[in-house]
């Protein structure tokens, strides 16, 4: 990642930018039967990538399939930093985020005491759990 890391400081969509986690366009291929008895595959057209969201409800697994733009980039966005926690490039990348967020924080909105308390956690397995299950609030 040898993006600068130039952060405003306004929300998660700036994460969702930087590592490029934007909901894709992705093809739907048919596998087709000629009349030769080959089969051949054709893209018919690009939908919208979605995510699933297994959920269990009342004893039983219902599984979710989410299509919504912002919806689906913030779960790419989580399971993203779930995967990288120790990955010191996303982890610098997240708390540089951080403190362009406390920044404008401090000016505008009363949550930057509880944004600079996150960014001093030591353990960056910590600091990005924090993260990973808060990063919807943060926001200006």
């Given at each position: 990642?040898?993006?600068?890391?130039?952060?405003?400081?306004?929300?998660?969509?700036?994460l969702?930018?930087?590592?490029?986690l934007q909901?894709?366009?992705?093809?739907?291929?048919?596998?087709?039967?000629?009349?030769?008895?080959?089969?051949?595959?054709?893209?018919?057209?690009?939908?919208?990538?979605v995510?699933?969201?297994?959920?269990?409800?009342?004893?039983?697994?219902?599984?979710?399939?989410?299509?919504?733009?912002?919806?689906?980039e913030?779960?790419?966005l989580?399971?993203?930093?779930?995967?990288?926690?120790?990955?010191?490039?996303?982890?610098?990348?997240?708390k540089?985020?951080?403190?362009?967020?406390?920044?404008?924080?401090?000016?505008?909105?009363?949550?930057?005491?509880?944004?600079?308390?996150?960014?001093?956690?030591?353990?960056?397995?910590?600091?990005?759990?924090w993260?990973?299950?808060?990063?919807?609030?943060?926001?200006?």
């Amino acid at each position: 990642m040898s993006k600068p890391l130039n952060f405003m400081g306004i929300g998660f969509y700036e994460l969702i930018d930087f590592f490029d986690l934007q909901q894709k366009k992705v093809p739907v291929i048919v596998e087709a039967r000629n009349e030769d008895g080959t089969t051949s595959k054709k893209e018919i057209y690009k939908k919208k990538e979605v995510e699933t969201l297994p959920v269990i409800i009342n004893g039983s697994k219902v599984i979710f399939e989410i299509n919504e733009k912002s919806e689906v980039e913030l779960i790419k966005l989580k399971k993203f930093l779930r995967k990288n926690e120790t990955n010191q490039e996303v982890v610098g990348a997240v708390k540089s985020f951080m403190k362009a967020l406390i920044k404008k924080s401090e000016t505008l909105d009363y949550n930057a005491p509880g944004f600079k308390g996150v960014l001093e956690i030591e353990d960056d397995s910590t600091f990005m759990y924090w993260v990973v299950e808060n990063v919807e609030n943060m926001w200006i």
